[in-house]
């Protein structure tokens, strides 16, 4: 099980660790309070904010796992 | 060969994703059809006083001389199934949508038809996964017999029924998700919110005698949306989220005040990331790096000291 989750952590991550170590410095350097790691974080957060009564919606939910390449559990 | 008509209880249940499920592994599949049936279905319909009259590929039906031991079984055999499945992942479960109807069937040669048959089998499609969809006859029979709340969702017009059916849901597995058991939150709370919460009040004497200091903490993009899919149950670690991104929110106002030297940040990465593979350590800029792994009651928080020559430290989740 533990072996799985890796491989899935692995596959499923979009954003390599050095990336968002990099993102996370940045942020830290250029002040900036809100720190948003990846693009599909960054693409979830402007999706909520753009409709935030649909935000728990399965078709909400089903529409940003398409279009950011997740599996839908 | 004669046909007998009679009233009874009728148990309609499926497998939810049974085609999908088949696709991706059809011999674990069947195995585990094999053991469900061995192993629960059977010595619960056995214990309800109920029989089996057949089985498909993905479904059976049943039927009982009550709608109460019909009801028994079906929401003990989803409470159980659902405890099963916790530690199952999503993607493997096996979940059983299950309609009731009591209703006067034809019985021939040990097997049922009839109109009765055909509504139980409409109201299992109904249902949610792991769920069970019921007539009004049978919640007009039940109603304050079972532990079990009926929510009404109408009359519904079934494939090739004339009438229209009234249905209500019974939402089992909601109840059973396991974060909603008070231990498991206790633990998000104390783990993810606790911890930077702590961090941050021990690291505040020291931040101000520096000549700068920045505190970062780490929430999660479930710090602004409470979600991991619409099917999971996130409560407790959203929460915990919440609340971090809510504290350093605060703490921006609080330190221009109080501390304008020191800043603060929050971090909103994916729910699945492993801080502890960030390779902090390897950036020639920072002079020093810990990471407190052993205890978990300092997560999430990285108080970072940018005092003299700069001094970096990163607790990790």
């Given amino acids: 099980m533990v072996a799985e989750r890796e491989r899935r952590f692995s596959e499923g991550a979009p954003t390599t660790a050095a990336q968002a170590a990099t993102t996370i410095l940045e942020g830290v350097k250029a002040d900036r309070w809100r720190i948003i790691v990846g693009p599909d974080a960054v693409r979830i957060d402007e999706l909520v904010r753009q409709a935030p009564d649909r935000a728990y919606d399965v078709d909400f939910f089903e529409s940003l796992a398409r279009e950011v390449g997740w599996r839908i559990p | 060969m004669t046909a007998t008509r009679r009233l009874t209880a009728i148990l309609a249940a499926d497998v939810a994703g049974y085609s999908r499920l088949i696709g991706a592994d059809e011999g674990g599949t069947l195995d585990s059809l094999r053991a469900i049936r061995a192993e629960l279905i059977d010595p619960m319909i056995a214990t309800h006083h109920g029989r089996l009259v057949k089985t498909t590929g993905d479904g059976l039906l049943v039927e009982f001389g009550s709608v109460v031991d019909a009801l028994r079984c079906g929401s003990e055999l989803q409470r159980d199934k659902g405890k099963r499945n916790a530690t199952v992942p999503p993607d493997r479960r096996i979940e059983y949508r299950i309609?009731?109807?009591?209703?006067?069937?034809?019985?021939?040669?040990?097997?049922?038809?009839?109109?009765?048959?055909?509504?139980?089998?409409?109201?299992?499609?109904?249902?949610?996964?792991?769920?069970?969809?019921?007539?009004?006859?049978?919640?007009?029979?039940?109603?304050?017999?079972?532990?079990?709340?009926?929510?009404?969702?109408?009359?519904?017009?079934?494939?090739?029924?004339?009438?229209?059916?009234?249905?209500?849901?019974?939402?089992?597995?909601?109840?059973?998700?396991p974060q909603w058991g008070l231990r498991h939150c206790h633990f998000q709370t104390s783990r993810l919110?606790?911890?930077?919460?702590?961090?941050?009040?021990?690291?505040?004497?020291?931040?101000?005698?520096?000549?700068?200091?920045?505190?970062?903490?780490?929430?999660?993009?479930?710090?602004?949306?409470?979600?991991?899919?619409?099917?999971?149950?996130?409560?407790?670690?959203?929460?915990?989220?919440?609340?971090?991104?809510?504290?350093?929110?605060?703490?921006?106002?609080?330190?221009?005040?109080?501390?304008?030297?020191?800043?603060?940040?929050?971090?909103?990465?994916?729910?699945?990331?492993?801080?502890?593979?960030?390779?902090?350590?390897?950036?020639?800029?920072?002079?020093?790096?810990g990471r407190n792994g052993g205890d978990a009651d300092c997560s999430g928080t990285g108080a970072h000291r940018l005092d003299g020559p700069r001094c970096f430290k990163f607790i990790g989740r």
């Fill in chain 2, 99 to 177: 309609g009731i109807h009591q209703g006067d069937i034809v019985v021939e040669d040990g097997d049922i038809f009839g109109d009765g048959v055909n509504i139980a089998a409409r109201l299992e499609g109904l249902a949610e996964p792991g769920d069970i969809c019921v007539s009004g006859r049978v919640q007009e029979d039940a109603a304050g017999k079972l532990d079990l709340t009926f929510e009404d969702i109408g009359e519904q017009q079934l494939k090739n029924i004339t009438r229209p059916v009234r249905v209500y849901r019974i939402a089992i597995k909601h109840r059973l998700a």
């Fill in chain 2, 193 to 289: 919110w606790g911890g930077v919460y702590n961090c941050t009040r021990a690291f505040l004497p020291m931040l101000p005698k520096a000549d700068a200091g920045h505190i970062v903490n780490t929430s999660s993009v479930n710090g602004f949306w409470a979600s991991v899919g619409p099917r999971i149950p996130h409560t407790a670690y959203s929460a915990a989220k919440f609340a971090v991104k809510g504290f350093t929110e605060a703490l921006i106002t609080d330190l221009r005040i109080n501390a304008p030297h020191i800043k603060c940040s929050v971090i909103m990465p994916l729910p699945h990331w492993n801080f502890d593979s960030c390779q902090f350590a390897q950036d020639p800029e920072r002079q020093s790096v």
